[in-house]
């Protein structure tokens, strides 16, 4: 469970969400520009909120006092354009998480395997980021994202970058990754195509006023 | 576009250009074929095993290393700050780490002298603790650093801002923290920067002449480098001993272009 009560001033609006997100998916739509990103980026640790609060069961992450930061808050986070490590090949990058927890060799190996094979991106193990098409970096970026267990996932518009032909498939494999999992999932995302096939809670960031200046605020719709 | 506008200059301006070019490469080239053809490979041999010119190749290759290692370990934090830091100066700092670069070397030596010279700011401290820096091996090395530095930090910031932060941040949510992070991503990522940057600081250091005469006089075997082994062969009137020499920089020289290169073109 995340909970949160945050605020951040960004160029042309203030960004104001206060919102719980329980185990299972929450699709968090809304406008590009709608601090959609900025609110994912909060959780994650990677820029801290102006004011407010982000407790992530029971553990306060931020609360104007306190900042976990975004390498020990092990929330995971599905880059936009994915991140991948361009030096490592996709065995490594999915194993990255691992090594940064001092898993052993052995369990990281079968782990990174596993994984691999769940996402269909087994033979793909030697191969280097650069190598590859949208759609399996995107693999690799979920992949990477899940192998360590976070206790939280952000996707970031995960399906923005692929083309047209492949987005419906990728999605349908996303949906039932995610689908698997005990923990908060955040998938951030404009295209209401993606909010209609997810079929979970949506939390719209949409235009509010406050004391005359334009607040984005969160509203809750049942799936 | 480019090649309809080049057909369209006169043909006149074009063999002035190509005459104008010519020349400035003959002349680039000329005096290290001249210095290439002075003497025999025998000669070059026999000068170059003579224990003055051994001196000076064994104390240059020392205190080079002694430079470049002073360079990586001080400057690879710097260029990482100045590439990613968000500070109050970062533009000053960035300014003065250039500065040696324009500085004339004659200038640099003597500034060096009046703060590591016996009666200059750091000549009481050094002189309490019984440690001599000007004109000993250590203010070879000074010198090199001096110069040879910023061509190395230039080259890491460039290297390091080149560096997409989203893939340092994707290293963080995985749970490492920012010393891995810099060790296993960024460090990765921009050696072909850091090599060529060190290629060139290196081969500065290596070609420096008017600090080190200046800082750390020319005692041969303590303070006398290759430069200055060909300066003093030549004013003794030992051409076959400076030429050699000389030779063996200019292999150096051409190895380091061809290495930077490389090494640029892997970072592009």
């Known amino acids: 469970m995340i909970e949160l009560a945050i605020r951040r001033r960004l160029r042309s609006f203030t960004l104001d969400v206060a919102a719980r997100f329980p185990a299972g998916v929450t699709v968090v739509a809304g406008p590009s520009g709608a601090g959609k990103t900025t609110l994912l980026r909060a959780i994650a640790g990677l820029d801290p909120p102006d004011t407010g609060r982000i407790v992530l069961d029971g553990e306060v992450l931020d609360d104007g006092r306190r900042h976990v930061p975004a390498f020990r808050r092990e929330i995971a986070y599905v880059f936009q354009e994915y991140a991948l490590f361009p030096h490592l090949d996709v065995a490594a990058n999915v194993g990255y998480g691992l090594a940064a927890r001092g898993v052993a060799p052995a369990r990281r190996t079968a782990l990174i395997a596993d994984w691999l094979e769940r996402l269909g991106i087994a033979p793909l193990a030697a191969a280097r980021p650069g190598a590859l098409s949208g759609g399996e970096r995107q693999r690799v970026a979920l992949a990477r994202a899940l192998a360590w267990s976070p206790r939280a996932v952000l996707l970031d518009e995960p399906f923005s970058a692929l083309d047209d032909a492949t987005r419906g498939g990728v999605r349908d494999a996303v949906r039932a990754t995610l689908a698997g999992l005990d923990v908060p999932v955040l998938l951030v995302t404009h295209d209401e195509e993606d909010v209609a096939e997810f079929a979970a809670p949506v939390l719209r960031l949409a235009e509010g006023k406050e004391n005359g200046a334009v607040h984005r605020v969160s509203v809750r719709t049942a799936p | 576009m480019y090649a309809a506008r080049a057909t369209a200059i006169p043909s006149s301006i074009r063999a002035a250009v190509a005459i104008g070019a010519a020349l400035l490469v003959a002349f680039i080239v000329l005096p290290l074929a001249a210095l290439v053809a002075h003497l025999p490979p025998q000669r070059v041999a026999a000068a170059l095993a003579t224990p003055g010119a051994l001196a000076a190749l064994r104390l240059s290759g020392l205190t080079t290393a002694c430079s470049l290692a002073l360079t990586l370990v001080l400057g ?72 040879g530095a910023p061509f190395y930090v230039r080259a890491a910031r460039a290297g390091f801002a080149a560096v997409d932060r989203s893939v340092e941040e994707a290293s963080a949510t995985l749970g490492m923290g920012p010393l891995r ?11 072909p920067a850091l090599a060529g940057g060190a290629v060139l600081a290196w081969a500065r250091g290596l070609g420096e002449f008017g600090a080190t005469i200046m800082v750390a006089g020319n005692l ?18 030992d051409v076959d001993l400076a030429s050699a020499l000389a030779l063996v920089l200019v292999i150096v020289a051409l190895i380091v272009v061809a290495l930077v290169r490389v090494l640029e073109r892997r970072a592009a």
């Open chain 2, 76 to 147: 690879t934090p710097l260029a990482y700050v100045l590439a990613r830091g968000r500070f109050p100066g970062r533009a000053v700092v960035d300014a003065i780490v250039d500065l040696p670069i324009v500085v004339p070397p004659a200038v640099a030596g003597l500034a060096l002298l009046f703060v590591f010279g016996r009666a200059g700011w750091f000549g009481p401290l050094l002189g309490a603790v019984h440690v001599q820096i000007a004109f000993t091996t250590a203010a070879v090395v000074l010198a090199q650093l001096f110069v």
């Open chain 2, 181 to 191: 992070t810099f060790a296993r991503i960024t460090v990765p990522l921009a050696v």
């Open chain 2, 220 to 237: 041969p075997g303590v303070t006398q480098t290759l430069p200055l082994a060909v300066y003093l062969g030549l004013e003794q009137g």
